[in-house]
């Protein structure tokens, strides 16, 4: 092996070129992405990555954002780090032996800071697997759904369940028109029904800061699209995509319920798919359907839209088991609590 350095930094274009020529690199491993994080209340991204001293080489690199679940005050009783897209290694000895250097510095780097760390894996690398557990982590199912978007347009919707085909129809005859967000302003329409979602669910989402960033560093490099449904004056519901390397990934969604019978969402991911396919993407990445074993409802709409079932799982790492279950009590709790008021007014 190799003589390595473990940095938290890297020139942009060398960064750049490694994650554009890997072929599992993702989104989520660029600079671009590290750049939007930055600018979002209650995140705390880094960049760790392994450099061959010999030439400069880049032989491995994760970016983790840090992030509180709960709020500002809750400090390392609810923060977690989540290391988006996985795990990148150069190809060769040289690469898979810098990735358990690379894990250990960070677990080091983290510990005592976050109750858990989470890798979220885009692909499967099967030869880290058993590195991966080494340096204390362990492999969880984690199911998605992918749509190849190579097909005919034609053979795409036909493939679709009858129900979602039906319901996508009937979003037509309602007149539901969907609209490109262009400006700053209309990302606001959007996080309002981001927050109608999250706040039925009683699950906490992310600030606005985070939309707005993306806006701010994706859109103008064509790496990012926010969409909205609209019913006539209203809004009903929106989506945001990320784009890279000729794939679509499903970001956030948010709808508003009472118009639930328009079936705006089917019509989104509809009209994002035939978009895609008329622009060249080849894959349209759903964004997770949940854990095998538990029951999913998100899991229930994107299933019906028929693309192929992969299980690339996550990996995590408990930093502290019994902070981690005292945590999790209180963040239930928290969930039952969790209200957030909203007016009748419409968005426009």
């Known amino acids: ?15 750049v070129k490694f994650v554009d020529e890997h072929p599992d690199g ?7 992405m590290m750049d939007v994080f930055k600018n979002v209340d ?18 491995s690199l994760l970016l983790c954002v840090q992030v509180s679940v709960l709020g500002e005050y809750t400090g390392r009783f609810t923060s977690r780090s989540i290391i988006y897209g996985g795990i990148l290694s ?20 983290v510990k005592g800071k ?47 369940s009858s129900s979602c085909r039906r319901n996508i129809r009937k979003s037509e005859r309602n007149g539901v028109l969907i609209e490109e967000i262009t400006s700053k302003d209309k ?9 109608k979602t999250y706040s039925k669910a ?27 449904a609209k019913s006539g004056d209203q809004y009903i519901a929106g989506r ?31 009209r994002i798919l035939k978009w895609g396919s008329q622009n060249g993407f080849h894959t349209f990445d759903f964004g997770g359907a949940g854990r095998p074993e538990e029951k999913y409802g998100v899991r229930d709409f994107k299933e019906r839209f028929r693309g192929d079932v992969v299980n690339y799982g996550r990996y995590i790492r408990v930093f502290s088991p019994a902070l981690f279950k005292v945590a999790n009590k209180v963040y239930q709790i928290y969930r039952k609590c969790l209200w957030i008021p909203f007016s009748n007014s419409s968005y426009k």
């Open 26 to 32: 993702n989104i989520f491993h660029t600079p671009y």
């Open 114 to 160: 976050v109750l858990f760390t989470e890798i979220r894996n885009m692909s499967f690398p099967q030869e880290l697997r058993e590195k991966f557990e080494r340096c204390g982590y362990r492999y969880e199912g984690y199911l998605n759904y992918l749509i190849d978007l190579r097909k005919p347009l034609e053979e795409i919707f036909r493939s679709f």
């Open 202 to 228: 009683r699950i906490p989402f992310a600030d606005f800061s985070l939309f707005a960033s993306a806006f701010d560093k994706l859109y103008s490099r064509d790496m990012a699209k926010f969409f909205l």
């Open 240 to 270: 945001v995509i990320l784009l890279f390397k000729g794939k679509i990934f499903d970001w956030y969604a948010g709808s508003d319920h009472d118009y639930s019978n328009f079936y705006p969402n089917e019509m989104l991911v509809w």
């Open 1 to 15: 092996m190799s003589s390595i350095q473990i940095v938290d930094s890297l020139p942009y274009d060398q960064w």
């Open 90 to 109: 150069a190809d060769g000895a040289d690469g898979n032996d810098s990735v358990i250097p690379l894990i250990n510095n960070y677990n080091t780097s």
């Open 187 to 195: 990302v606001k329409v959007f996080y309002a029904l981001l927050k």
């Open 42 to 59: 209650k995140h705390y991204p880094k960049l760790y990555a392994t450099i061959d001293e010999r030439n400069g080489g880049i032989l």
